[in-house]
C-alpha cells in the first residue's frame, strides 16, 4: 500500500506545477485520464487496496482533476500557454511506470521557472 500513497503523492505534488497544454482545457483532460489509467492499473496490481480505499483514492484523482482543468494561470498568455503546452505533453508521454519513478519534466521544469519569474513567492 505504502508504494500506492507515494505513487499518488508523486502524482499530486509534481501536477500542480504541470497542468497546460496545446488547447488547455483538452490537453488537461488528456492527463488526467492518463492519470487515471495509471492509478488505476497500480491498484489492479495492488493486493492490499480495499474497496473502501479504492473509492476514496478515485475521489482524490476526480478532485485533482477538477483543479487541473483551473486554466486561468496560463489561459489567454500565449508564452505561457506554449510552455504550458510543453509540460503537460512531456508527462503524457511518459508511461505509468516513468510517472511513478520521474521527477518533474524539464520541459515543466522550465514552465515552473518562467511562472516563478512572473509570479515571484513573496517571503513574510
Known sequence: MSRLFIFFTVFII???????AENIESASLRLCEH???CVTKQMKVTDD??????????????NMCQNMMNTNVVKGNREFEKSA??????????SCDEIQNAGQTPACL???????????????
Open 14 to 20: 509534481s501536477l500542480s506545477f504541470k497542468t497546460y
Open 85 to 94: 503546452i510543453a509540460c503537460i505533453d512531456s508527462i503524457t508521454e511518459l
Open 110 to 124: 522550465s514552465f515552473e521557472k518562467e511562472l516563478s519569474s512572473h509570479y515571484p513567492t513573496q517571503n513574510n
Open 49 to 62: 487496496v480495499t474497496p473502501e480505499m479504492r473509492m476514496m483514492i478515485d475521489g482524490m484523482v476526480d
Open 35 to 37: 492519470i487515471k489509467m
